[in-house]
């Protein structure tokens, strides 16, 4: 499995942003765990968005209403659309999918909300 992010950079606060994630692997072909995860400076990383193995949706709250995710299974592909940024959004966002009991990690794309 490999998970190719894209779509991070510079954004004032109250902008918008597009990650994408390109899988590989054929895991959109059932409902694996896939989505994204964030990890600001001297912080952990978190959950923020994630699609569940019987197809729900997992937000954390500090991103609910603002952030939404969504897949193309045709292009084996899963979005995170994050309107209405603000600063403490800024942190390397990763794509993360478990496949077969095996939790994958996409390089980090970084995002940058700027006040």
């Known amino acids: 499995v490999q998970l190719q992010a894209s779509g991070g950079g510079l954004v004032q606060a109250g902008g918008s942003l597009r990650l994408s994630c390109a899988a590989s692997g054929g895991i959109f072909s059932i409902n694996n765990n896939i989505g994204w995860f964030r990890q600001a400076p001297g912080k952990l990383r978190e959950l923020v968005a994630m699609?569940?193995?019987?197809?729900?949706?997992n937000y954390a709250d500090s991103v609910k209403d603002r952030f939404t995710i969504s897949r193309d299974n045709a292009k084996n592909t899963v979005y995170l659309q994050m309107n209405s940024l603000k600063p403490d959004d800024t942190a390397v966002y990763y794509c993360?999918?478990?496949?077969?009991?095996?939790?994958?990690w996409g390089k980090g794309t970084q995002v940058t909300v700027s006040s």
């Open positions: 699609f569940t193995t019987i197809g729900s949706t």
């Open positions: 993360y999918a478990r496949v077969g009991g095996m939790n994958y």
